[in-house]
C-alpha cells in the first residue's frame, strides 16, 4: 500500500522568504503525485500534480514542486512566500489502477511572520 | 460554477445522538467521497461513488456510518448513534471520473462536535 511522510509539522518562515516543504512517498511503481492548500475553515485546493514527463511541476500561486524518484521525494517551493500563502499543506498519493484513491500526508502548518 | 456545497457547516451533537451531513457535488461530476479529517492529520477515505453505486466503502465503519447517494448527485452521510471520537472534520469531494488522474473538488466541510 502507499504511504505519505510529510515531516515537518510545522513550519515558520518570514514573508519574502523562500519555502520548501518536504514529501516522500512509499510506493513500488511511478505514483501521481499531488500538493494541496488548505485554508482555515476551508476546503482543500489542489496546487499542482505530478502524472509523468517533466520532473519539475509548476502549480497555481506561484508554487512549484519537483519529483525525484531516486529519493522517493516530491518537495513544494516557492521563491517569495506572501502572507496569504499561511495554511496547511498536503502531499498526497495517487495509483495507476485498481485502488482508487488518494493517501494523504499528515500536513504542514506554515507560518508567514512579517 | 458551483463549487461543492457541504451542509451543515458546524454541528455539536450530544454522544448517542444521530447527526447527518449532505453534500451537493459539482454538476456533472459522477464520483462522489466522504472523507474523514482529525485533528492534525490529512483526510481519509471513508467512502466513494460512482454514480449511485458505493464502489469502495472498506473504510466505513458500517456499525455506525452509512452513506447513501440517491439519483447519483446529492449525497448524505449518517451517523448513529455517535461517539466522543467522531469529533472530526467531515470532507465531501466530487470529480469527473474514477482514478487518480482526475481532479478532486472538495467541498468546506462540516466539523463535528460530539459532546
Known amino acids: 500500500a502507499q504511504s505519505v511522510t510529510q515531516p515537518d509539522i510545522h513550519i515558520t518562515v518570514s514573508e519574502g522568504a523562500s519555502l520548501e516543504l518536504r514529501c516522500n512517498y512509499s510506493y513500488g511503481a511511478t505514483p501521481y503525485l499531488f500538493w494541496y492548500v488548505q485554508s482555515p475553515g476551508q476546503g482543500l485546493q489542489l496546487l499542482l500534480k505530478y502524472f509523468s514527463g517533466d520532473t519539475l511541476v509548476q502549480g497555481i500561486k506561484g508554487f512549484e514542486a519537483e519529483f525525484k524518484r531516486s529519493q522517493s521525494s516530491f518537495n513544494l517551493r516557492k521563491p517569495s512566500v506572501h502572507w496569504s500563502d499561511a495554511a496547511e499543506y498536503f502531499c498526497?498519493?495517487?495509483?495507476?489502477?485498481?485502488?482508487?484513491?488518494?493517501?494523504f500526508g499528515t500536513g504542514t502548518r506554515l507560518t508567514i511572520i512579517p | 460554477e458551483a463549487g461543492v456545497v457541504q451542509s451543515p457547516r458546524y454541528k455539536i451533537i450530544e454522544k448517542k445522538q444521530p447527526v447527518a451531513f449532505w453534500c451537493n457535488p459539482i454538476s456533472g461530476h459522477n464520483t462522489l467521497y466522504w472523507y474523514l479529517q482529525n485533528l492534525g492529520q490529512g483526510p481519509e477515505l471513508l467512502i466513494r461513488y460512482e454514480n449511485e453505486e458505493a464502489v469502495d466503502d472498506s473504510q466505513l465503519p458500517k456499525d455506525r456510518f452509512s452513506a447513501e447517494r440517491l439519483k447519483g448527485v446529492d449525497s448524505t452521510l449518517k451517523i448513529q448513534p455517535a461517539e466522543l471520537g467522531d469529533s472530526a472534520v467531515y470532507l465531501c469531494?466530487?470529480?469527473?471520473?474514477?482514478?487518480?488522474?482526475?481532479?478532486?473538488?472538495f467541498g468546506p466541510g462540516t466539523r463535528l462536535t460530539v459532546t
Open positions: 498526497a498519493v495517487g495509483i495507476f489502477f485498481g485502488n482508487e484513491k488518494l493517501t
Open positions: 469531494a466530487s470529480s469527473l471520473g474514477e482514478g487518480a488522474i482526475y481532479e478532486q473538488y
